[in-house]
T-cell receptor, first 114, second 111 residues
Framework: EPEVTQTPSHQVTQMGQEVILRCVPI?????FYWYRQILGQKVEFLVS????????KSEIFDDQFSVERPDGSNFTLKIRSTKLEDSAMYFC????????????FGEGSRLTVL | KQEVTQIPAALSVPEGENLVLNCSFT??????LQWFRQDPGKGLTSLLL?????REQTSGRLNASLDKSSGRSTLYIAASQPGDSATYLC??????????FGSGTRLLVRP
């Protein structure tokens, strides 16, 4: 069964360092998302991506964040200069259709900023 | 702004009980609603998807209903088992095709 895969599963980094989280969405999907979940809190929307551009971004998704789909298969989230409060589980998701499609989530990448 | 609320926040039941988890949302203009299961420290497993035109969906011992006009959904779990212990998340798809999540209900099924 096709699935969304994310790497790394866990990354530990020092404050101020750049981090890139990688995702391979399901191959025929058209909509891509990043969400995050701080420990003990809600799953929060970060950004959606469709037709090679950002569709929507939340208030959390400031200038320190960026997304790319560099090669038609990978979908990356970059955090330029990590802060302690960026420590969270980051989930990638993808969806095939617009209004009726089900979102499929990856297993997540746990980011720990020291 | 869409808000999703789940009640109760936590639930502990003996094995074998039938139980109902509740989800409410403030804006009825949704495309669909998904229920997820999340085990501690793990990802999100999709359980059921209900389109906005549907009233319910069933999968095994799980049944989810949707009343869009009143902004409510319920997840019914029949004959609960210890393996059902997890956090259950409700999420609605808004007009811009993103999911908005509730805080979840943490379920413990005692043997």
């Amino acid at each position: 069964e096709p699935e969304v895969t994310q790497t790394p599963s866990h990354q530990v980094t020092q404050m101020g360092q750049e981090v890139i989280l990688r995702c391979v969405p399901i191959s025929n999907h058209l909509y891509f998302y990043w969400y995050r979940q701080i420990l003990g809190q809600k799953v929060e929307f970060l950004v959606s991506f469709y037709n090679n551009e950002i569709s929507e971004k939340s208030e959390i998704f400031d200038d320190q964040f960026s997304v790319e789909r560099p090669d038609g298969s990978n979908f990356t989230l970059k955090i330029r200069s990590t802060k302690l409060e960026d420590s969270a589980m980051y989930f990638c998701a993808s969806k095939r259709e617009g209004t009726t499609g089900e979102l499929f989530f990856g297993e997540g990448s746990r980011l720990t900023v020291l | 702004k869409q808000e999703v609320t789940q009640i109760p926040a936590a639930l502990s039941v003996p094995e074998g009980e039938n139980l109902v988890l509740n989800c409410s949302f403030t804006d009825s203009a949704i495309y669909n609603l998904q229920w997820f299961r999340q085990d501690p420290g793990k990802g999100l497993t999709s359980l059921l998807l209900i389109q906005s035109s549907q009233r319910e969906q069933t999968s095994g011992r799980l049944n989810a209903s949707l009343d869009k006009s009143s902004g409510r959904s319920t997840l019914y779990i029949a004959a609960s088992q210890p393996g059902d212990s997890a956090t259950y998340l409700c999420a609605v798809m808004d007009s811009s095709y993103k999911l908005i999540f509730g805080s979840g209900t943490r379920l413990l099924v005692r043997p």
